[in-house]
T-cell receptor
Framework: AQSVTQLGSHVSVSEGALVLLRCNYS??????LFWYVQYPNQGLQLLLK??????LVKGINGFEAEFKKSETSFHLTKPSAHMSDAAEYFC????????????FGTGTRLQVFP | GAVVSQHPSRVICKSGTSVKIECRSL??????MFWYRQFPKQSLMLMAT?????????EQGVEKDKFLINHASLTLSTLTVTSAHPEDSSFYIC?????????????FGPGTRLTVL
């Protein structure tokens, strides 16, 4: 079965600093990978997704993620954090190319300090 | 962008009563809707998948007689927690997908916090 591991339940950065949120997956087949963001009192919003095209995926709000098969990783980065980036971030993997089930990580709460 | 709403956002009920949660896709037709449950400081766990006009497919360990799902139209799915007990207290989240492909985006509702006293 597929699984997702997000290292670090909390990440704190200063405004303007690099954001790095880690996600590792286990999969026996080529996966589809997703990053979602959840702002307080709002639903999850898709940041970006990898569906076996380019390994470097650019998303909304300046975020990007790189699929590294050799490391089974899909880390999320942003060069310069903004106060508005403070939120909960979830990494998810699709179980299979022809199934609906998304497996979510436990989430990483990003705090941005001025 | 696509918007999914949930109602109510919060509900408190007595043990033994039933609670219905609605999930609506506001600006698109959802061929598939999903219901998730999220425990504090834990990840979202898929409970069931429903296609319009069909019976829902439940994940292993989810009691279908306790969590009744109806997807009667392309814009509405409901989750009814029957005979709720305190252990059913949780954050319930729905999502909706317009197209049939698994890699197409799921749009999530804001969630419903259920507290059973």
């Amino acid at each position: 079965a597929q699984s997702v591991t997000q290292l670090g339940s909390h990440v704190s950065v200063s405004e303007g600093a690099l954001v790095l949120l880690r996600c590792n997956y286990s999969s026996s087949v080529p996966p589809y990978l997703f990053w979602y963001v959840q702002y307080p009192n709002q639903g999850l919003q898709l940041l970006l997704k990898y569906t076996s095209a380019a390994t470097l995926v650019k998303g909304i709000n300046g975020f990007e993620a790189e699929f590294k098969k050799s490391e089974t990783s899909f880390h999320l980065t942003k060069p310069s954090a903004h106060m508005s980036d403070a939120a909960e971030y979830f990494c998810a993997v699709s179980e299979d190319w022809n199934t609906d089930k998304l497996i979510f990580g436990t989430g990483t709460r990003l705090q941005v300090f001025p | 962008g696509a918007v999914v709403s949930q109602h109510p956002s919060r509900v408190i009920c007595k043990s033994g009563t039933s609670v219905k949660i609605e999930c609506r896709s506001l600006d698109f037709q959802a061929t598939t809707m999903f219901w998730y449950r999220q425990f504090p400081k834990q990840s979202l766990m898929l409970m069931a998948t429903s296609n319009e006009g069909s019976k829902a497919t439940y994940e292993q360990g989810v009691e279908k007689d306790k969590f009744l799902i109806n997807h009667a139209s392309l814009t509405l799915s409901t989750l009814t927690v029957t005979s709720a007990h305190p252990e059913d207290s949780s954050f319930y989240i729905c999502s909706a997908r317009e197209a049939a492909s698994p890699w197409d985006t799921q749009y999530f509702g804001p969630g419903t916090r259920l507290t059973v006293l």
